[in-house]
């Protein structure tokens, strides 16, 4: 599977992205998509899951209430809607896939879990 992200930029506290991330090389609704964030000298931090329906999604409480992440297993796409961001919301966006939504029987948060990535897009946020 490859994966690439795009829909990064340059937005003021307040504003909203809207992030995509295009599945290639095998369909897209076999995998559960997750974004990370990677933000300069931090590690990569865990932003959100969903499945392979979507009707299952878990969010960072860093971005919980401010962001939505969903599918178009149509077009092999998953998004995620940023909004009311933020200047700590600045990173490097990394969408992710896995073939199960959990691990075992939690949530994976951590990038090793993770078996596809993308090249990342950079938001950044200006005050």
């Known amino acids: 599977v490859q994966l690439q992200a795009s829909g990064g930029g340059v937005v003021q506290a307040g504003g909203s992205l809207r992030l995509s991330c295009a599945a290639s090389g095998r369909t897209s609704s076999t995998i559960a998509m997750g974004w990370f964030r990677q933000a300069p000298g931090k590690e990569r931090e865990f932003v959100a899951i969903?499945?392979?329906?979507?009707?299952?999604?878990y969010y960072s409480q860093s971005v919980l209430g401010r962001s939505t992440i969903s599918r178009d297993n149509a077009k092999n796409t998953v998004y995620l809607q940023m909004n009311n961001l933020e200047p700590e919301d600045t990173a490097v966006y990394y969408c992710?896939?896995?073939?199960?939504?959990?691990?075992?029987?939690?949530?994976?948060?951590?990038?090793?879990?993770?078996?596809?990535w993308g090249q990342g897009t950079q938001v950044t946020v200006s005050s």
């Open positions: 992710a896939g896995r073939r199960s939504f959990y691990s075992g029987t939690v949530i994976p948060t951590r990038a090793h879990e993770y078996e596809y």
């Open positions: 969903i499945n392979q329906s979507g009707a299952s999604i």
